[in-house]
């Protein structure tokens, strides 16, 4: 049976290149080069890639980048891309949970709910989070970007939904505090202009959570901050108008 993430972006790779949360590239990139000292002998792994547009631009910065992703039309989008912009990455189809690397890099990113928090349960979710600690060195780093379970506390998440995600609004919600899973459905138009019906199950995390989660994996600081579009900022403090929340996390 296929997941609904994988179904959301079976098809999808031309129109998520015109959602508005893809826009903040270049001042994210220059947050992830200030975070790693600008040091081009970084070797990065980019989890759940999409088109690659994190991966391209730290390439084309001149680092060495490892893209992984799930879906093939956005991976099949992300080679089309480098070629184009005549830069080096390496682009895999894999599962997040059961990646292959021991200790061969220096920084990961999940960044856009790049896997992480789309997974149908806790257990799965966490898998990412061992997968990505197994394949870091000792020193590396981990930033990470994931829904913030505070904003639903204090908003409604179908409201946020219909005025700021994708060209579909949700035509149900519901949020479990006692999961803190939202589920709702959404209407999309596909690239070849086919609508469908998609069935979300997105799991939002609180601070302490998210805290505990990464120090089980080794990890001895955690910071986390607000998460803006494109201007990302350990100095902006997470709060519960923040619909995502920016983690930086360091052996």
């Not at 993430?5 to 015109?18: G, K, V």
């Not at 994190?54 to 480098?82: F, N, P």
């Not at 379970?149 to 409201?159: C, E, T, W």
Request: hydrophobic residues 35%; proline residues 1%; aromatic residues 10%.
């Amino acid at each position: 049976m296929t997941k609904w993430y994988e179904e959301l972006f079976q098809n999808y790779a031309e129109t998520y290149e015109t959602e508005v949360y893809t826009k903040g590239t270049m001042g994210e990139i220059d947050f992830i080069e200030k975070e790693i000292k600008k040091d081009k002998s970084k070797k990065i792994i980019d989890i759940g890639c999409g088109t690659g547009r994190h991966s391209i631009e730290l390439a084309r910065r001149g680092y060495t980048v490892t893209g992984i992703d799930l879906s093939e039309c956005m991976l099949e989008m992300a080679k089309q891309k480098a070629k184009e912009a005549k830069v080096k990455v390496e682009f895999i189809k894999a599962d997040a949970r059961y990646l292959k690397f021991e200790k061969e890099f220096d920084l990961a990113l999940i960044l856009c709910e790049g896997g992480f928090s789309l997974m149908e349960t806790d257990e799965m979710n966490f898998m990412i989070l061992q997968s990505a600690s197994r394949s870091l060195k000792d020193k590396g780093k981990l930033i990470l970007t994931t829904l913030n379970g505070l904003f639903p506390l204090f908003h409604s998440v179908k409201d946020f939904i219909n005025s700021n995600s994708f060209d579909g609004k949700s035509q149900e919600n519901t949020f479990d505090l006692m999961t803190f899973r939202d589920k709702h459905i959404i209407e999309i138009t596909d690239d070849d202009g086919n609508t469908k019906k998609i069935k979300c199950d997105e799991r939002y995390y609180v601070p302490s959570e998210i805290t505990w989660l990464l120090k089980s994996l080794g990890f001895e600081k955690v910071g986390i901050c607000g998460c803006k579009l494109g201007a990302f900022s350990r100095d902006d403090k997470l709060t519960t108008e923040d619909y995502e929340m920016l983690i930086i996390a360091e052996y």
